[in-house]
């Protein structure tokens, strides 16, 4: 985890003084000094892809700044590579920025909106002989880019005149070659350190419809050159990237400042890493294209839709991102700290319900046939406001297979021969007698009640030491339940050299429980809406693969206590 951003006693008193990371430090000096008379932030996402876990912290960082300073904050679609992106992924990101509760004040843009300016710097850079237009083939510009200890080669079309750049980069804009054939380079220093600087490609020729602009260019802008000049056009004060980008900045600064443009600032910091899991955009959709998993939202993939899905909060994300901080250092966070913040924010806010997920038959043998009464339950203990609902009990009930042994020990305080245990909300009862079938496999357990030990109402004096939850047979609500855990097995599925990420998938991620028995009111529950089965979890409809199922499907978003020991 990073260094946390904990405060210090102030020199006047005993409250601690609030700290910041250092991005914030920075805006606090900006301001203070009068650089900016306010901030501008953005979130500058390429839409070829479902967001991730890790675009949830630089989402909470932007936005979270902008908020915190009363600055703006721009969403940004960096559309640049055509051949790549689609609506789809447009739709999907505005979802996950606004479901996890922020909104771009200062607009939404795409870099596709400046395709026509970032032209018109090109040709600047070609008028002021920063840039030509170069013939060679990929495989010779790579080549004539040298090694970091040894110094690259000009191009032997380096220094054409400017007329014939101007009129060669035209010819490209109008189609005139085939894509590939040619491409636009920054003119900087082919022997300098830092190899981005060594001449960068700023425009190729692309002939692929753009989801915007159709086939309106054959041209497209690299990331590197488009990137600076979207935030000065935008008058972003600071571009908040990760560290990846910290060898790109030079180049970021060399372009703002040939184009004599909005000086836009860029800090990196270290980005998210999550164990278990990988991060890659590229190997998530590798995932969803093989089959591997149902789709950019399978609740077991990191992406914010996924999490979503599973039954994950705004509001846990949120804390979550809080907790790992912001550094300058690069590092894997346990998966387990993600659980433990939706975990802490359900406790409080799940109301709890009752489920069987492996039912057998349990029978009260001395509870009045045809009788039924309404017990009843707290719907959450931490919140005295949520109040009560009343759940049906009868002679039938449903018990967890796994809550009766035949043989037990000392310490075993569920149902088995010689045990006593209290139903949940409801009565204590004793061991009577249980039946097998012919294989051996346990299909009741019966039982005899004390009708003076009523939750609430208690006067038996028998201490019952285990507590069982239950579901009245005769109005139990049939479900499936999807039980998760992680997608791979290994903590860093992706860091081993000569091996495939895929090698490492966990083939027990998903459990699908059928006929599970849940209590009566859960039938009313909105997809989305996260419950506490008790003793089982924290769960939540999955609306939509309900409706496409036909009928309900509940997932698990997390167990009730950090059970993982891989």
């Given at each position: 985890?990073?260094?946390?951003?904990?405060?210090h006693?102030?020199?006047?008193g005993?409250?601690?003084?609030?700290?910041?990371?250092?991005?914030?430090q920075?805006?606090?000096?900006?301001?203070?000094?009068?650089?900016?008379?306010g901030i501008?932030?953005?979130?500058p996402?390429?839409?070829?892809?479902?967001?991730?876990?890790?675009?949830a912290?630089?989402?909470?960082l932007?936005f979270g700044?902008?908020a915190?300073y009363?600055?703006q904050?721009?969403l940004?679609?960096d559309d640049?590579n055509?051949?790549?992106?689609?609506?789809e992924?447009?739709?999907a990101?505005?979802?996950?920025?606004?479901?996890l509760?922020?909104?771009?004040?200062?607009g939404e843009?795409?870099?596709?909106?400046?395709?026509?300016?970032?032209?018109?710097f090109?040709?600047k850079?070609?008028e002021?002989?920063?840039?030509?237009?170069?013939h060679?083939?990929?495989?010779?510009i790579?080549?004539?880019?040298?090694?970091?200890?040894?110094?690259?080669?000009?191009?032997p079309?380096r220094?054409?005149?400017?007329?014939?750049?101007?009129?060669?980069?035209?010819?490209?804009?109008d189609?005139?070659?085939p894509?590939?054939?040619?491409v636009?380079?920054?003119?900087?220093?082919?022997?300098?350190?830092?190899?981005?600087?060594?001449?960068p490609?700023i425009?190729?020729?692309?002939r692929?419809h753009?989801?915007?602009?159709g086939d309106?260019?054959?041209?497209?802008?690299?990331?590197?050159f488009a990137?600076?000049?979207?935030?000065?056009i935008?008058?972003i004060?600071h571009?908040?990237?990760?560290l990846?980008f910290?060898?790109?900045?030079?180049?970021?600064?060399?372009f703002?400042?040939?184009?004599?443009?909005?000086?836009?600032?860029?800090?990196?910091?270290?980005?998210?890493?999550l164990d278990h899991?990988?991060m890659?955009?590229?190997?998530?959709?590798?995932?969803?294209e093989?089959g591997?998993?149902?789709?950019?939202?399978?609740?077991?993939?990191?992406?914010i839709?996924g999490?979503?899905?599973?039954g994950?909060?705004?509001e846990s994300?949120?804390?979550?991102c809080?907790?790992?901080g912001?550094a300058?250092?690069?590092n894997?966070i346990?998966?387990s700290l993600?659980?433990?913040?939706?975990?802490?924010h359900l406790?409080r806010?799940a109301?709890?319900a009752?489920?069987?997920?492996?039912?057998?038959?349990l029978?009260?043998?001395?509870?009045?046939?045809?009788?039924?009464?309404?017990?009843?339950?707290?719907?959450n203990?931490e919140d005295?406001?949520?109040?009560?609902r009343?759940?049906?009990?009868?002679?039938t009930?449903w018990?967890?297979?796994?809550?009766?042994k035949?043989?037990?020990?000392?310490?075993?305080?569920?149902?088995?021969?010689?045990?006593?245990?209290?139903?949940?909300?409801a009565?204590?009862?004793?061991y009577?007698?249980?039946?097998?079938?012919?294989?051996?496999?346990?299909q009741?357990?019966?039982?005899s009640?004390?009708?003076?030990?009523?939750?609430?109402s208690?006067?038996?004096?028998?201490?019952?030491?285990?507590?069982?939850?239950?579901?009245n047979?005769?109005?139990?609500?049939d479900?499936?339940?999807r039980?998760?855990d992680r997608?791979?097995?290994?903590?860093?599925?992706?860091?081993?050299?000569?091996?495939?990420?895929s090698?490492?998938?966990n083939?027990?991620?998903?459990?699908?429980?059928?006929?599970?028995?849940?209590?009566?009111s859960?039938a009313?529950?909105?997809?989305?809406?996260?419950f506490?089965?008790t003793?089982?979890g924290?769960?939540?409809?999955?609306?939509?693969?309900?409706?496409?199922e036909g009928?309900?499907v509940?997932?698990?978003?997390?167990t009730?206590?950090?059970g993982?020991?891989?």
């Amino acid at each position: 985890m990073s260094e946390p951003t904990t405060g210090h006693k102030s020199e006047h008193g005993d409250e601690p003084a609030e700290s910041f990371h250092f991005i914030e430090q920075i805006i606090r000096d900006d301001l203070a000094s009068g650089k900016h008379p306010g901030i501008h932030t953005r979130f500058p996402p390429e839409p070829n892809g479902y967001l991730h876990i890790g675009h949830a912290k630089a989402i909470c960082l932007s936005f979270g700044l902008a908020a915190k300073y009363n600055g703006q904050v721009n969403l940004r679609f960096d559309d640049t590579n055509p051949e790549k992106e689609s609506q789809e992924y447009v739709d999907a990101i505005r979802r996950d920025v606004q479901w996890l509760g922020f909104d771009w004040n200062g607009g939404e843009f795409f870099t596709s909106d400046y395709f026509g300016q970032l032209h018109a710097f090109a040709v600047k850079l070609i008028e002021d002989g920063h840039a030509y237009v170069d013939h060679q083939s990929p495989d010779e510009i790579a080549a004539g880019k040298g090694t970091p200890t040894r110094a690259g080669q000009e191009s032997p079309y380096r220094n054409r005149t400017v007329e014939e750049n101007l009129a060669l980069f035209q010819e490209m804009k109008d189609g005139v070659h085939p894509d590939g054939h040619c491409v636009l380079r920054a003119k900087i220093d082919m022997a300098h350190p830092n190899m981005h600087m060594r001449d960068p490609i700023i425009y190729r020729i692309k002939r692929a419809h753009h989801h915007r602009t159709g086939d309106d260019w054959c041209i497209y802008p690299m990331y590197d050159f488009a990137h600076g000049q979207s935030d000065s056009i935008e008058g972003i004060t600071h571009s908040l990237c990760t560290l990846e980008f910290e060898v790109h900045r030079p180049l970021y600064e060399w372009f703002i400042q040939a184009l004599d443009i909005f000086p836009s600032r860029q800090i990196e910091f270290a980005r998210l890493n999550l164990d278990h899991t990988v991060m890659s955009k590229r190997k998530l959709l590798t995932l969803v294209e093989d089959g591997v998993v149902d789709g950019w939202d399978d609740p077991r993939m990191p992406t914010i839709s996924g999490l979503r899905r599973r039954g994950f909060t705004p509001e846990s994300i949120r804390t979550f991102c809080d907790r790992v901080g912001i550094a300058k250092r690069e590092n894997v966070i346990d998966f387990s700290l993600l659980e433990w913040a939706l975990r802490d924010h359900l406790n409080r806010v799940a109301f709890r319900a009752m489920a069987v997920l492996d039912p057998v038959k349990l029978v009260i043998v001395n509870y009045p046939e045809g009788q039924t009464e309404m017990l009843p339950s707290e719907n959450n203990p931490e919140d005295e406001s949520a109040g009560h609902r009343a759940l049906p009990f009868s002679r039938t009930l449903w018990m967890e297979r796994e809550d009766f042994k035949e043989e037990a020990s000392r310490k075993w305080f569920r149902l088995a021969p010689g045990k006593t245990v209290r139903l949940k909300s409801a009565y204590i009862v004793s061991y009577e007698d249980h039946v097998v079938d012919a294989d051996g496999r346990l299909q009741e357990v019966h039982v005899s009640y004390y009708p003076n030990s009523k939750s609430g109402s208690d006067t038996s004096g028998i201490k019952a030491k285990g507590t069982l939850h239950w579901v009245n047979a005769d109005t139990a609500v049939d479900a499936e339940v999807r039980l998760y855990d992680r997608l791979f097995s290994d903590p860093k599925p992706d860091g081993h050299e000569g091996r495939e990420f895929s090698e490492f998938l966990n083939p027990e991620s998903l459990e699908i429980r059928t006929g599970c028995k849940l209590e009566p009111s859960l039938a009313q529950a909105e997809g989305g809406t996260p419950f506490q089965f008790t003793r089982l979890g924290y769960f939540t409809l999955d609306g939509a693969k309900s409706e496409s199922e036909g009928h309900m499907v509940w997932n698990r978003s997390v167990t009730l206590r950090d059970g993982w020991k891989g």
